[in-house]
Each structure stands twice: as C-alpha cells, then as structure tokens.
C-alpha cells in the first residue's frame, strides 16, 4: 500500500515537473496574443520582435519571425517553438528540432475560421484545451457581433466606404496591400470594399498616380509607419497626389495596430475591426 502511494506521489511530481519545464518560444504577434489569451504566458521565455509591444521588457526578444537565428534560441533552451506558417527559415528551424525542440506550426486557413482553428491548435499544444474551449466560444460571440455590426453599417450606408492599406516608412515610396493579404481580410470584416480587389494579391508598390486613380474614401496604415513619417500633415506634404483622393481630402488615413495584421486574421484583428465599423458608423 505504501509502495503504491508512493509511485502516486512520484508520477504527479513526474508530471507536475513536466509541466513547469515547458519553455516556450512564441513567433509571431498573432501568436503570442493566444498564448496570453490562454494564460499561458508563464511559460514563455522569448518572443519575436512583432510580440514586442505584447509582453512586458522581462521577457527576451529573439528577433523577425520570418529570420529567427538558431544559437540565440538554443541559448534560451527551450522545449517548444510555435508559430504561423511564415516562422523561418527552414535551417533554423531543422536545427532547432534536430536539438530536440519540438516545432509546433499554426493552421494557414484564412479568415476568422482560421483564427478558431489556431486557438484551438495552440490550446491543445499547451495543454490548456478547457481554457482553449473558453477561448473559442468567445472569439465565435465576437465574431457574431462583428457580423451584426457590419450588417448595420452596409444597410445604414449609401454605399460601402472603399479603402486600401499601405506601407511607407518615409512616406515616399508606398507599397499597397492587394487580395489574399490580412489586410484585405481586415477591410473586409470592417465592411470596406478593397479598392484593389480584383486588381493584384500580396503587396504590391503603387506610385501616387496609381493610387489617385483607385481614389480610395479610406486609407489604413500602421501606427509605426505614421509616426515614422511624421503624421498624417507630413504624409500628405510629401505625396500632394493624396490630397486629391477622397482620403486625403477628408483626411481618413486612418492608422491601426500593424501586429494586428501579422499571421493571419487574429484576436485583435476582431477587435480592430469592429472599431473600425464604430468609426464609420459614427460618421454617418
């Protein structure tokens, strides 16, 4: 009896100290934002440079997701690396597995089933699936009402705004967002039709007389590039084509969370969506 209670004993320390020894590594903002949602951010020990603004300053950072470098991740011995289907590059990756690493790579579907699928994936993979289930159930209610509110925008509107997402970082060159990018998702759920739909996918770099032609109501950029150029006054002064578009005549550059479009559609995609569709709504 008392063997028996001991090997009890044992095999919950065994498996009590399994679990404290996960060491994560998260790659990837759109990640790292479920990793937290799950309650799971004890056991990270890095993040990439796109989870930055996600953790707070104890937390290492390791580098770009798509240029994580083998010896810095190795150093932080980790037992698991998770990240989107962009994590790279393969050497680093085959390195890391061959140590005994377990690589764990996210579902690529597109769009908000996607996004329930790697909650899913990650929840599981973290032994978290009670908290994953929580999770899901509540990204699905958040969805629901996104899609109620673009139902209200898109029958309150005359017509749907028409919006395109770009990246500059000095506000010369700009590089548009095209079909079967987060961004085109991103305009989608806050019920803006692309106005580069139909016209390329991925990015693609557009001159100002490109754009003043796609005469876009809204133009969505990150944050970071805004702040880089100097503002919406500076973006403006340095392409004078834009004051031309219906954007830039009712100065609607509007800037968002870049690390909301990275990986895919994520939880604060939803989020940055319906403030978008809020934005709108209260212009009418």
Known sequence: MKFKIFLLMFSLSFSFASQAQVRVISAGANVTEIVIALGALDTVVAVDST?????DDSIPVVG??????SEGLLSLEPTLLIGSEEMGPKNTLEVLSNAGVEISTLPATKGVDGL???IAHTSKVLSKEMQGQ???EQTRAEIQSLDDSRKQLLETQVAPNRGMFVMSSDGRKMTVAGDKTSASELLHLAGI??????????????????ILELQPDVILISSHSLQAI????AMLEMQ???KLTPAGRDRRIVSIEGTALIGGVGIKTIE???VLIEQQLDEL
Do not use: C, I, M
Not at 64 to 69: E, I
Not at 230 to 233: E, F, K, M, R
């Open 51 to 55: 989870s930055r603004a996600l953790v």
């Open 64 to 69: 770009y997701h798509r240029a994580l470098a």
């Open 116 to 118: 329930l699928e790697r």
């Open 134 to 136: 929580a999770l899901v």
């Open 193 to 210: 039709e692309s106005v580069t739909s139909g016209h390329f996918e991925s990015y693609k770099p557009l001159s100002p007389e490109a």
């Open 230 to 233: 100097g503002g919406v006054d």
């Open 240 to 242: 004078p084509l834009l």
């Open 272 to 274: 940055l969506a319906q």
